[in-house]
T-cell receptor, first 112, second 113 residues
Framework: SQQGEEDPQALSIQEGENATMNCSYK?????LQWYRQNSGRGLVHLIL?????REKHSGRLRVTLDTSKKSSSLLITASRAADTASYFC????????????FGAGTRLFVKA | GAGVSQSPRYKVAKRGQDVALRCDPI?????LFWYQQALGQGPEFLTY????????KSGLPSDRFFAERPEGSVSTLKIQRTQQEDSAVYLC???????????FGEGSRLTVL
């Protein structure tokens, strides 16, 4: 089963535009992470936000976390064609074991 | 090596055959995870090791799936009597600690005919 659900499932934008992806989850968490996956490759870690943090930045990435709504968003600013990939949120539950659970992902396509 | 290494990258098996997939984590990483990823889906958790101890195997879909990490380093995921529904990419990830950033291998793509 997958804890997180990303929204939208797919997103197509022009180069230079911003891309926003959302993630909702079900149980209390210790932290939430975002990963990127290029087609046919492994996942690459982008950013981790802890449950007591509300916002975090890394380069062109901005992540927010709202634990009261059990949701997070990933904003990619000034997108580039090279940002084309699938993006997944992943959560480490506060209880119930050591799993890091991934959502179904958002497929982002950035048109040059 | 510098990253997580998985082998084979591609495996074609006839239905009913046994397969073994290998994962070489980053040296010194305590945690090791196996995930199954179907086409167009997110990774589904299979099992978790902390050193040599398998602390969570709740995601293994059936008793045909077995994983081990006998010396707390290299791990093997074995699938017995493969079925067509086992066709997927099997991803291995390791981490320095129990939680936090995961480092993924490129995956082993299994196709069962």
């Amino acid at each position: 089963s997958q804890q997180g659900e990303e929204d939208p499932q797919a997103l197509s934008i022009q180069e230079g535009e911003n891309a926003t992806m959302n993630c909702s989850y079900k149980t209390s968490i210790n932290n939430l992470q975002w990963y990127r996956q290029n087609s046919g490759r492994g996942l690459v870690h982008l950013i981790l936000i802890r449950s007591n943090e509300r916002e975090k930045h890394s380069g062109r990435l901005r992540v927010t976390l709202d634990t009261s709504k059990k949701s997070s968003s990933l904003l990619i600013t000034a997108s580039r064609a090279a940002d084309t990939a699938s993006y997944f949120c992943a959560t480490d539950a506060a209880t119930g074991g050591f799993k890091t659970i991934f959502g179904a992902g958002t497929r982002l396509f950035v048109k040059a | 090596g510098a990253g997580v290494s998985q082998s084979p990258r591609y495996k074609v098996a006839k239905r009913g055959q046994d397969v073994a997939l290998r994962c070489d984590p980053i040296s010194g990483h305590v945690s090791l995870f196996w995930y199954q990823q179907a086409l167009g889906q997110g990774p589904e958790f299979l099992t978790y090791f902390q050193n040599e101890a398998q602390l969570d195997k709740s995601g293994l879909p059936s008793d045909r799936f077995f994983a081990e990490r006998p010396e707390g380093s290299v791990s093997t995921l074995k699938i017995q009597r493969t079925q067509q529904e086992d066709s997927a990419v099997y991803l291995c990830a390791s981490s320095r600690r129990e939680t936090g950033e995961l480092f993924f291998g490129e995956g082993s793509r299994l196709t069962v005919l």
